[in-house]
């Protein structure tokens, strides 16, 4: 039988190689996506992975998105909570709006992709969720005071839905990334990134690929015995 995954922020940086790493397993991956059509057809066509588009921190819109997909595609059996922005800035200089969408968004998008899926999953006694938190919701970061409070409340998020899962079929896990090679990183200003590195005591930033190797390991059979964790990788940086 054949498994279906929605992978969130899928088809670009970390989300991208999620996607195809799960594909390469014989997965049927759909990524989801918020924004920018034209790259998402570029990766569609690419890949031959499907890209749907919805707003992850719209909860009416990620409970008709499952519903579309799972009517297309089938039953949803994996997903991976990639999708999140930044609205970096000190306290006194941070909006409401910043705050607030920076939650809606990475935390809130947790809740509602779950909402969406995990009652199927229970119902037919077999799930896979996992959670991209990040270094910074373990060890807090200078200016990301939203980020970092969404991020850590994905783990706990994490471990407290795993606890209803877990007599059900249906795991919850979470990664926590360290600074990785994307687009993202890439925008750091040089002297800053140079001193990111600095603290990575192996040396170098780390690839999306490695990330996604773990988020395969979380959604195979091999890791039915793994629920409530995080997964550090980031290069020995945070050892938490």
């Known amino acids: 039988m054949t498994r279906v995954a929605i992978v969130t922020g899928g088809t670009r940086g970390i989300g991208e190689a999620i996607s195809l790493k799960l594909q390469g397993m014989g997965i049927t991956v759909v990524a989801n996506y918020a924004g920018n059509d034209e790259k998402a057809r570029a990766f569609t066509e690419r890949t031959g992975i499907a890209a749907y588009k919805w707003d992850v921190g719209d909860h009416q819109a990620c409970l008709d998105g499952c519903v579309r997909v799972a009517d297309e595609v089938g039953p949803i059996d994996i997903v991976v909570n990639n999708a999140g922005i930044t609205r970096d800035g000190t306290l006194a200089r941070m909006s409401y709006d910043d ?106 930033l780390g690839q999306a690929d490695e990330i996604a190797r773990g988020v395969a390991f979380l959604c195979s059979e091999d890791a039915g015995f793994v629920t409530g964790s995080t997964m550090s990788i980031n290069g020995g940086q945070h050892m938490y």
């Open 99 to 204: 705050w607030h969408d920076v939650m809606r968004i990475n935390l809130g998008g947790c809740f509602n992709m779950a909402k969406a899926t995990f009652p199927g999953m229970v119902e037919r006694g077999w799930g896979r969720i996992v959670n991209i938190g990040s270094i910074n919701g373990q060890a807090g970061q200078y200016g990301q005071v939203n980020y970092a409070a969404a991020k850590s409340g994905i783990h706990g998020f994490t471990k407290a839905l795993a606890q209803e899962g877990a007599k059900k079929g249906v795991t919850v896990n979470a990664i926590a990334p360290g600074y990785i090679d994307t687009d993202m990183v890439a925008a750091v200003p040089a002297p800053v990134l140079e001193k990111i590195v600095a603290k990575i005591p192996v040396g170098r």
